[in-house]
């Protein structure tokens, strides 16, 4: 009841899935990879900022 295709893809559901087509994250939910590029698309690269503990103060 709580899944948007009637199935899971991770955890023991993944063993009844022969193959797939796509993003893998964006069958589970959000796709990631699609995201993470429109991100950039608009000036933000999530992926090469610094962590708040290596900023400099």
Do not use: N
């Not at 063993?15 to 964006?26: A, C, I, K, N, Q």
Request: charged share 20%; aromatic share 8%; proline share 7%.
């Amino acid at each position: 009841m709580d899944k948007a295709g009637a199935y899971g893809i991770q955890g023991l559901g993944a063993g009844f899935v022969r193959e797939l087509h796509g993003s893998h994250s964006g069958v589970m939910g959000l796709p990631l990879f699609e995201t993470i590029a429109l991100l950039r698309e608009f000036g933000i690269d999530i992926l090469d900022r610094p962590s708040p503990a290596t900023e400099p103060s």
